[in-house]
């Protein structure tokens, strides 16, 4: 398949035993293919005692008490990859790359939860997503699209990404009333406007993560504990990461027809990765491991910002 993608994704390459964090350490429970699973117990890796089935039937593989993958050696390297010569599962292999695929077009990209991937995104100077014309039948689909590509204009000319930000939230309000009322050949006529700080108040959006979401790491809570803002990110690496979650979101929101609640939810995540810490590139990662990775703990926060509504 034909998958289109940002400028950077062809760059990326895994830092294996150099990485600074690895995936293999994030905490996650990762499930293991069949096929893979079958191989695995040819090559003696003793891979049905380092794995169990979980609850909705899955076989993942156990971690060890530091959350760490069991076959992680010393090193930073994977001893399954090493002994089969290259081969790793499906979710492994694909990491940290995440595919969509729509009505008529599929995209690929990288996840800013891989240090190495987050450098890359966030050290792009010029716009990685020249192109994002998509075609499709789907009326809805299409609407969000053009909406999209005039959001990324709208964030490569604004100098300030803050007020960007604001902006975007602003516009998916626009939308949503032109959707609602059937509207979506106005969609050239939805204006981005600076209406102030959207709400949730960031120390009652973080007390609702502390509460209603899966935490994985010490460190996260901590830093969600903490109601100081520790402002952090360049113009720049904040412009990076703000078109990072646009690419990524924008467009889901043609499975629930709500786009301000897509836009409010891309200016969460933004608006927290900002204030969590004095180290940006960490504070995306941690956002990504913690929210964007976890399925339950982005229906949780999007539910939320529904209600907010
Ligand atoms: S986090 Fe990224 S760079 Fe590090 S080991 Fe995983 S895929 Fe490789």
Known sequence: ??????????????????????????????????????????????????????????????????????????????????????????????????????????????????????????????????????????????????????????????????AAMRKLVFYGGELQELIDYGELELVGEAEFYDGGEPSPNLGEAKRFILENTEILSERWRGLLKNDGENASGSPNERRNYLTYLVYRYFLKAVNTEDILTECRFIGLLYRLAETLCGDYAEAVKLVSREIEHDDENVAALIDYLAKEE
């Open 1 to 162: 398949m034909n998958y289109l993608r940002p400028n950077y994704y062809d760059a990326f390459t895994c830092s294996a035993g150099r990485c600074t964090d690895s995936c293999c350490r994030a905490g996650w429970l990762i499930p293991l293919d069949a096929d893979t699973f079958e191989h695995y117990k040819t090559v003696g890796a003793d891979i049905e005692s380092n794995t169990f089935t979980d609850s909705d039937g899955d076989r993942v593989f156990n971690l060890r008490p530091d959350r760490s993958c069991p076959y992680l050696d010393a090193d930073g390297l994977c001893t399954l990859y090493t002994k089969t010569d290259g081969r790793l599962c499906e979710i492994c292999s694909k990491y940290p790359r995440f595919f969509e695929e729509y009505d008529g077009f599929s995209e690929t990209g990288l996840s800013v939860s891989c240090p190495t991937a987050a450098a890359l995104i966030l050290s792009q100077t010029d716009n990685p997503y020249p192109d994002l014309r998509r075609e499709t039948s789907d009326e809805l689909l299409g609407f969000l699209c053009r909406a999209r590509e005039r959001t990324m204009k709208m964030i490569f000319s604004e100098p300030d990404p803050d």
